[in-house]
């Protein structure tokens, strides 16, 4: 618990804005960021499962953003907008492979984030009871809305969404454990948002 109390104050101490798709070290906290699960985007982005609700816009890979120190090391992010041609309505979800958190007593979950554009703001969910594959929204599946994340200013500048408490999700015995990101535009707005670096932090 002290540990946890610790990467949480440090957390806000250090959490940081950033421009672009982020490395993964450069929100990394020195001594105190030792996440247990960190998606970079470089390798898994097929596993994380994009469902589209509404809308014919989907997440996608942007690998725009590359290392501009190494052209061999691209710095990806998954990202996603209801703009083509006009703003569009669009509920997308992006979520994670299963996530194991049976053997911890606490964890947080932690990402980067940036926006650019009017629109709704990114929402961030977890459920132990998706079956990792299609509608997020099938009967008797349930969704916890998380709040309380650092999101970012606009302007695709980046920040760090802080650690976000979702230990209630730990020590269940349940190795299903989903997150997921929610997006929505309508045809009035539509954000485009970048989500790079999750992390999961279990003590």
Request: aromatic share 14%.
């Given at each position: 618990?002290?540990?946890?109390?610790?990467?949480?104050?440090?957390?806000?101490?250090?959490?940081?804005?950033?421009?672009?798709?982020?490395?993964?070290?450069?929100?990394?906290?020195?001594?105190?960021?030792?996440?247990?699960?960190?998606?970079?985007?470089?390798?898994?982005?097929?596993?994380?499962?994009?469902?589209?609700?509404?809308?014919?816009?989907?997440?996608?890979?942007?690998?725009?953003?590359?290392n501009p120190?190494?052209?061999?090391?691209?710095?990806?992010?998954?990202?996603?907008?209801?703009?083509?041609?006009?703003?569009?309505?669009?509920?997308?979800?992006?979520?994670?492979?299963?996530?194991?958190?049976?053997?911890?007593?606490?964890?947080?979950?932690?990402?980067?984030?940036?926006?650019?554009?009017?629109?709704?703001?990114?929402?961030?969910?977890?459920?132990?009871?998706?079956?990792?594959?299609?509608?997020?929204?099938?009967?008797?599946?349930?969704?916890?809305?998380?709040?309380?994340?650092?999101?970012?200013?606009?302007?695709?500048?980046?920040?760090?969404?802080?650690?976000?408490?979702?230990?209630?999700?730990?020590g269940l015995?349940?190795?299903?454990?989903?997150?997921?990101?929610?997006?929505?535009?309508?045809?009035?707005?539509?954000?485009?948002?970048?989500?790079?670096?999750?992390?999961?932090?279990?003590?």
């Amino acid at each position: 618990m002290k540990n946890t109390f610790k990467i949480i104050c440090f957390s806000m101490l250090f959490s940081s804005i950033l421009i672009s798709c982020v490395k993964e070290e450069d929100t990394d906290i020195p001594y105190v960021d030792k996440p247990t699960y960190k998606e970079t985007f470089k390798e898994n982005y097929d596993l994380w499962v994009k469902f589209s609700e509404v809308g014919d816009e989907t997440w996608v890979l942007d690998p725009r953003f590359g290392n501009p120190y190494d052209a061999n090391d691209p710095n990806p992010c998954a990202k996603m907008s209801g703009y083509s041609g006009s703003n569009n309505p669009n509920i997308d979800w992006l979520i994670s492979p299963a996530q194991d958190l049976s053997k911890y007593v606490t964890v947080g979950l932690g990402f980067d984030n940036a926006y650019k554009y009017t629109g709704a703001p990114i929402e961030v969910f977890v459920s132990n009871n998706y079956s990792g594959a299609g509608d997020p929204n099938a009967v008797g599946v349930t969704w916890k809305k998380i709040t309380g994340a650092t999101l970012s200013p606009g302007n695709y500048d980046y920040a760090f969404s802080g650690i976000l408490d979702i230990s209630e999700f730990a020590g269940l015995g349940n190795e299903t454990v989903y997150i997921a990101f929610k997006y929505t535009s309508t045809a009035s707005d539509g954000s485009t948002w970048e989500i790079d670096n999750v992390k999961l932090y279990g003590n």
